[in-house]
């Protein structure tokens, strides 16, 4: 995905000997002045009917607290 926009600094890592990029970080580059948007968001198979960046850093938050309680 990233080799397609050459234009956003994208934070990658290293993983079996190539570099990537991870799902949250694509996500965070839509939230408020990042080079991303969201057009459509849908979540647990339904629409979400509120401010699409709003719902997506709530996601991101919920997920982070969900991987700090492992």
């Known amino acids: 995905m990233y080799h ?3 234009r956003i600094t994208w934070p990658t890592s290293r993983m079996l000997g ?3 990029v991870s799902p949250d ?3 965070k580059r ?4 990042g080079p991303l948007g969201i057009p459509l968001l849908y979540h647990d198979g339904g629409k979400v009917a509120e401010d699409y960046v709003k719902a997506m850093a709530r996601l991101l938050e919920d997920s982070n607290a969900a991987l700090a309680l492992k």
């Open 4 to 6: 397609g926009y050459p």
């Open 18 to 20: 190539r570099f990537t």
């Open 25 to 27: 970080d694509i996500a």
């Open 30 to 33: 839509t939230l408020v002045d």
